[in-house]
């Protein structure tokens, strides 16, 4: 079935340090590829997308790599602080047919002071 | 500008009973998801619709429907519930159907339990 599904559950960074989460996807026909962050007892925000035709976007201290050879997305957080912490979850969309986002299971990010 | 505004926040029903839930979409935006995120897991889509009209549909029961009104609100409806019910509905606005990420606000959810 469809799937977008994360390397790590948790991942555990020194505030200050560079974080990388994975993303491993399954639909080589989507056409966007989207990192959230979810706080406790909200929705899920949007932090950055990134189209099929592109292997990197950059952000205000984030960016979105996509290697479509592997499946594979990554987002990396500079300088991670600690409002930083929060379940991060990816995403991927279609413009075609059934608009729907399929999401990963997430990765818990917690930042150390 | 108010965002996405689900009510109610939480609720406790007993199986078998019938739940709606509702969702009041930013000023403008003409589609609505649902989504149910079990605790621990990523959201799973249930129902969008646009203009009034259902444009899509998850792997969901007959027990859940949806309907979307003239001024673009929605509810979420579920009967028989069971106790797998239990999680996170959310709901996400969108001016139009599909595409880039940032179309996409989500509300807080309203945190379903059932016993």
């Known amino acids: 079935g469809e799937s977008v599904g994360l390397h790590l559950p948790t991942l555990s960074v020194q505030e200050g340090d560079n974080s990388i989460i994975n993303c491993a996807y399954s639909n080589s026909a989507s056409d966007y590829f989207i990192w959230y962050k979810q706080e406790s007892g909200k929705g899920p925000q949007f932090i950055i997308d990134i189209r099929s035709n592109m292997d990197k976007r950059q952000g205000q201290r984030v960016t979105v790599l996509l290697n479509k050879t592997v499946k594979h997305l990554s987002l990396q957080i500079a300088a991670t602080q600690p409002g930083d912490s929060a379940v991060y979850f990816c995403?991927?969309?279609?413009?075609?047919?059934?608009?729907?986002?399929?999401f990963g299971q997430g990765t818990r990010l917690t930042i150390n002071p | 500008d108010a965002g996405v505004t689900q009510s109610p926040t939480h609720l406790i029903k007993t199986r078998g009973q019938q739940v709606t839930l509702r969702c009041s979409p930013i000023?403008?935006?003409?589609?609505v998801s649902w989504y149910q995120q079990v605790l621990g897991q990523g959201p799973q889509f249930i129902f969008q619709?646009?203009?009034?009209?259902?444009?899509g549909r998850g792997n969901f029961p007959d027990r859940f429907s949806a309907r979307q009104f003239p001024n673009y609100s929605s509810e979420l409806n579920v009967n028989a519930l069971l106790l797998g019910d239990s999680a996170l509905y959310l709901c996400?606005?969108?001016?139009?159907?599909?595409?880039?990420?940032?179309?996409?606000?989500f509300g807080s959810g309203t945190r379903l339990t059932v016993v």
């Open positions: 000023s403008g935006h003409k589609s």
């Open positions: 996400a606005s969108s001016l139009a159907t599909g595409g880039a990420g940032y179309g996409y606000t």
């Open positions: 619709y646009y203009e009034k009209e259902e444009r």
């Open positions: 995403a991927e969309n279609t413009i075609q047919g059934a608009q729907k986002l399929v």
